[in-house]
């Protein structure tokens, strides 16, 4: 059996179904890692390892007799700390709510805990979601497995380095302007932002109503979907959440993609943001294997990334104003420094703006729907640079805007990220693939094309 | 957006303390603010509807 810590979500469900690995073993061997690696990435609030033992001894003794819960029977996950777990603080990893005790799991943890999932704790993250990388925060930032020095993106930060670092095969993430593809993209796993409704968002802290996303992250293509379909489906107490029924998202998986339909926005990196040029030739070779491999692939035209940008920024801290704006005139002391200044930004946006964005915004969505009239899926940049160093406050500050991710809060499409090769540095540059609506099964179908011709499921951080 | 813009604005909204204890972070998320919207093309079209779209009893 390979390294406990390299193995998929779907390999373990599968060696646990089959009588071949405990998971008691398998839990222990991860918090074992966690223990060893988890002081320099830093990508937890808090390990419930005693909980965890005791919910694996139940999946065991479940699985000696036959019974197996779901899919996800004795597998960890992680959570990002601004979703509900019965019995823990969600802290959104802020002072303010520091002892924020959850009652009960939000929808998509008892979604998975219900396919036999394990909750390992609760994982770093952005300031609610948006105030980050930030050292003066009552936990540290956390950091990137390829490279501690690095920034492993966010907000889900946590999520995506103790993916790409072993330390669980899964973890839930949110998104609200690219929380799960951003630290994806920068740890060189898979992260969806599936679309918008799809994912119940209930007991999970608010950033952006219209805006915010529930996503799985795994190091594979085949996990991505095997989560999803444990945490998808309508949720009647959401008000967001969408009537569609559950797809089967990994029907197309191994179909391969003679004959997709493949639309390369280019000006997002080439004109928009023009992208370091690691970036531009990993992007230039995935449309060439997919080429290769049977698809047709042309350029698209989209509204330019600076106006999604904007849309999404006014809307997004609009939003986030209206929840904020009570705590911050109260105890604006009680946030960290990049948290303040940008959840206060909505204090100094007009309802004109607000409105002038949601008008734009529904135009926009009829551009996208447009686009996928000619093509199947889009291929696009997600990150248009690999992770900088995370101290170094004004990198941090150019790059974090230099992205491509954005444009697909505001329609609700769903995006995907995951990895596109290494930089001459060791980190990993990235690619985003989007699709219809409530496709998710043809975004998976493509990225797993992009997964076999590359390898990118095989190639992990030499952090050991 | 000028300081006393600024500051009145920050009143109105409730950051009087914000403004005394972390003028800098104000003047920051205030910057942050001023432009964004000119960014967005406007619509031509004065029905242009906003999203999302009412839908009276389709949930809750």
């Given at each position: 059996?390979?390294?406990?810590?390299?193995?998929?979500?779907g390999?373990?469900?599968?060696?646990?179904?089959?009588?071949e690995?405990?998971?008691?073993d398998?839990?222990?061997?991860?918090?074992?890692?966690i223990?060893?690696?988890?002081?320099?990435?830093?990508?937890?609030?808090?390990?419930?390892?005693?909980?965890?033992?005791?919910?694996?001894?139940?999946?065991?003794?479940?699985?000696?007799?036959?019974?197996l819960?779901?899919?996800?029977?004795?597998?960890?996950?992680?959570?990002?700390?601004?979703?509900?777990?019965?019995?823990?603080?969600?802290?959104?990893?802020?002072?303010?709510?520091?002892?924020?005790?959850?009652?009960?799991?939000?929808?998509?943890?008892?979604?998975?805990?219900?396919?036999?999932?394990?909750?390992?704790g609760?994982?770093?993250?952005?300031?609610?979601?948006?105030?980050?990388?930030?050292?003066d925060?009552?936990?540290p930032?956390?950091?990137?497995?390829?490279?501690?020095?690095?920034?492993?993106?966010?907000?889900?930060?946590?999520?995506?380095s103790?993916?790409?670092?072993?330390?669980?095969?899964?973890?839930?993430?949110?998104?609200?302007?690219?929380?799960?593809?951003?630290?994806?993209?920068?740890?060189?796993?898979?992260?969806?932002?599936?679309?918008?409704?799809?994912?119940?968002r209930?007991?999970?802290?608010?950033?952006?109503?219209?805006?915010?996303?529930?996503?799985?992250m795994?190091?594979?293509?085949?996990?991505?979907?095997?989560?999803?379909?444990?945490?998808a489906?309508?949720?009647?107490?959401?008000?967001?959440?969408?009537?569609a029924?559950?797809?089967?998202?990994?029907?197309?998986?191994?179909?391969?993609?003679?004959?997709?339909?493949?639309g390369f926005?280019?000006?997002?990196?080439e004109?928009?943001?023009?992208?370091?040029?690691?970036?531009?030739?990993a992007?230039?070779?995935?449309?060439?294997?997919?080429?290769?491999?049977?698809?047709?692939?042309?350029?698209?035209?989209?509204?330019?990334?600076?106006?999604?940008?904007?849309?999404?920024?006014?809307?997004?801290?609009?939003?986030?104003?209206?929840?904020?704006?009570?705590?911050?005139?109260?105890?604006?002391?009680?946030?960290?420094?990049?948290?303040?200044?940008?959840?206060?930004?909505?204090?100094?946006?007009?309802?004109?703006?607000?409105?002038?964005?949601?008008?734009?915004r529904?135009?926009?969505?009829a551009?996208?729907?447009a686009?996928?009239?000619?093509?199947?899926?889009?291929l696009?940049?997600?990150?248009?640079d690999?992770?900088?160093?995370?101290e170094?406050?004004a990198?941090?500050?150019?790059?974090?805007?230099?992205?491509?991710?954005?444009?697909?809060?505001?329609?609700?499409?769903?995006?995907?990220?995951?990895?596109?090769?290494?930089?001459?540095?060791?980190?990993?540059?990235?690619?985003?693939?989007?699709?219809?609506?409530?496709?998710?099964?043809?975004?998976?179908?493509?990225?797993?094309?992009?997964?076999?011709?590359?390898?990118?499921?095989?190639?992990?951080?030499p952090?050991? | 957006?000028?300081?006393?813009t600024?500051?009145?604005?920050?009143?109105?909204?409730?950051?009087?303390?914000?403004?005394?204890?972390f003028?800098?972070?104000?003047?920051?998320?205030a910057t942050?603010?001023?432009?964004?919207?000119?960014?967005?093309?406007?619509?031509a079209?004065?029905k242009?509807?906003?999203?999302?779209?009412?839908?009276?009893?389709?949930?809750?």
């Amino acid at each position: 059996m390979s390294e406990l810590h390299w193995m998929t979500v779907g390999a373990a469900a599968r060696a646990i179904a089959a009588k071949e690995l405990s998971p008691v073993d398998l839990t222990k061997a991860l918090l074992d890692r966690i223990d060893t690696l988890d002081p320099r990435l830093n990508a937890f609030i808090r390990v419930d390892g005693e909980a965890a033992m005791a919910a694996a001894l139940a999946a065991e003794t479940e699985a000696q007799s036959g019974r197996l819960r779901g899919p996800l029977h004795g597998v960890p996950v992680g959570i990002k700390d601004i979703i509900d777990v019965a019995g823990l603080p969600t802290t959104c990893h802020s002072k303010v709510l520091q002892d924020n005790m959850a009652s009960a799991d939000a929808v998509c943890v008892e979604k998975l805990r219900g396919a036999g999932a394990i909750v390992l704790g609760k994982l770093s993250t952005h300031e609610f979601a948006i105030g980050g990388p930030s050292f003066d925060l009552p936990w540290p930032p956390a950091r990137n497995p390829w490279n501690t020095d690095h920034h492993p993106g966010g907000s889900s930060s946590g999520s995506g380095s103790g993916v790409a670092a072993g330390l669980f095969p899964m973890a839930l993430g949110t998104d609200t302007g690219g929380s799960v593809r951003n630290p994806a993209s920068c740890c060189g796993i898979v992260g969806l932002k599936p679309t918008y409704g799809l994912v119940s968002r209930r007991g999970v802290f608010p950033l952006s109503f219209t805006l915010d996303h529930v996503g799985p992250m795994t190091r594979t293509v085949a996990d991505n979907a095997l989560m999803l379909e444990a945490i998808a489906g309508h949720d009647p107490l959401d008000p967001g959440s969408a009537a569609a029924s559950q797809g089967h998202y990994a029907a197309a998986l191994d179909r391969g993609i003679r004959g997709l339909r493949v639309g390369f926005v280019r000006h997002f990196h080439e004109i928009d943001t023009p992208a370091h040029p690691e970036v531009t030739a990993a992007l230039e070779h995935v449309a060439r294997s997919l080429q290769v491999e049977g698809a047709e692939v042309r350029d698209i035209k989209l509204p330019s990334l600076g106006e999604f940008g904007a849309v999404n920024r006014v809307i997004l801290q609009s939003e986030a104003w209206s929840i904020h704006g009570p705590w911050l005139g109260e105890r604006p002391g009680d946030y960290g420094k990049l948290g303040r200044q940008r959840l206060m930004a909505g204090a100094f946006m007009s309802a004109g703006d607000y409105m002038l964005a949601s008008r734009r915004r529904l135009q926009m969505i009829a551009e996208v729907e447009a686009a996928f009239r000619e093509v199947d899926v889009l291929l696009c940049a997600s990150s248009m640079d690999p992770a900088c160093r995370i101290e170094d406050t004004a990198e941090v500050e150019r790059t974090y805007p230099r992205q491509a991710r954005t444009p697909f809060n505001v329609t609700g499409h769903p995006a995907l990220a995951m990895m596109a090769g290494l930089s001459v540095g060791g980190l990993p540059v990235s690619v985003q693939f989007v699709g219809r609506y409530f496709d998710e099964a043809t975004v998976f179908q493509v990225a797993r094309a992009w997964e076999r011709v590359a390898g990118t499921d095989k190639k992990h951080p030499p952090i050991v | 957006m000028d300081k006393e813009t600024i500051e009145v604005l920050a009143k109105r909204a409730g950051l009087a303390k914000a403004l005394t204890d972390f003028p800098e972070d104000v003047r920051v998320a205030a910057t942050q603010a001023a432009d964004v919207a000119q960014k967005i093309r406007r619509p031509a079209d004065p029905k242009a509807e906003p999203w999302p779209p009412m839908k009276a009893g389709t949930t809750l």
